[in-house]
């Protein structure tokens, strides 16, 4: 089973200012609907309360530290290995061969050892923002740009931007949570 992120970003790294991106790119609101559809996500506690509710059509799961947190429609984890276990059951009960972690930064800093596959839209333009992905971790690791496209501004996105699709050379599937683990702590 492939563990994959999924992120939209500035060319600095920006993914978040107060709880909410800083840019409104409708074919990139279409294209992480399609990715993540019918799928197990993981996502952080303030990625969690950001939104309106558990996102419809997928298996919503918050990793938090707080065994307290209640967010209704979410399924809880406590730990990286947990959230790990949740999502793969649920992914092997649907044949499903991709988990999505979807954020913030924190969720991705955790996961970006151990995930085989990347979805990323570059957005174009100077933002301002408090939430930013490991993007030095990313250019330290060995990826392959499978796919790329680029897309000028137009009337409906306001903002250039690229979706590049990368993989790296590690292979993860279907490897038991504590071996996907072993090889996190040994990066």
Same mark, same amino acid.
């Given at each position: 089973?492939?563990?994959?992120? $999924?992120?939209?970003?500035?060319?600095?790294?920006v $993914?978040?200012?107060?709880?909410?991106?800083?840019?409104?790119?409708?074919?990139?609101?279409?294209?992480?609907?399609?990715?993540?559809?019918?799928?197990?996500?993981?996502?952080?506690?303030?990625?969690?309360?950001?939104?309106?509710?558990?996102?419809?059509?997928?298996?919503?799961?918050?990793?938090?530290?707080?065994?307290?947190?209640?967010?209704?429609?979410?399924?809880?984890?406590?730990?990286?290995?947990?959230? $790990?276990?949740?999502?793969?059951?649920?992914?092997?009960?649907?044949?499903?061969?991709?988990v999505?972690?979807?954020?913030?930064?924190?969720?991705?800093?955790?996961?970006?050892?151990?995930?085989?596959?990347?979805?990323?839209?570059?957005?174009?333009?100077?933002?301002?923002?408090?939430?930013f992905?490991p993007?030095?971790?990313?250019?330290?690791?060995?990826?392959?740009?499978?796919?790329?496209?680029?897309?000028?501004?137009?009337?409906?996105?306001?903002?250039?931007?690229?979706?590049?699709?990368?993989?790296?050379?590690?292979?993860?599937?279907?490897?038991?949570?504590?071996?996907?683990?072993?090889?996190?702590?040994?990066?």
């Open positions: 089973m492939a563990i994959s992120f $999924i992120v939209a970003m500035s060319r600095s790294g $993914i978040g200012k107060d709880g909410s991106l800083p840019w409104r790119l409708p074919r990139d609101l279409k294209r992480f609907r399609e990715l993540t559809w019918g799928k197990a996500l993981i996502m952080g506690r303030k990625t969690q309360e950001s939104l309106a509710g558990p996102l419809d059509g997928r298996f919503n799961i918050v990793l938090t530290h707080d065994r307290r947190h209640h967010a209704p429609g979410f399924h809880l984890a406590t730990s990286v290995e947990q959230s $790990i276990r949740l999502a793969q059951s649920y992914s092997r009960n649907r044949d499903l061969a991709e999505m972690v979807i954020g913030g930064g924190q969720v991705f800093l955790q996961f970006i050892d151990i995930c085989e596959r990347a979805y990323i839209t570059y957005v174009d333009g100077d933002f301002v923002g408090d939430v992905f993007i030095e971790r990313l250019k330290t690791s060995d990826w392959t740009v499978v796919e790329d496209k680029t897309f000028r501004p137009d009337t409906k996105n306001k903002f250039g931007h690229q979706f590049r699709i990368l993989h790296r050379s590690k292979e993860h599937l279907d490897l038991p949570v504590e071996q996907l683990m072993s090889m996190h702590r040994a990066c």
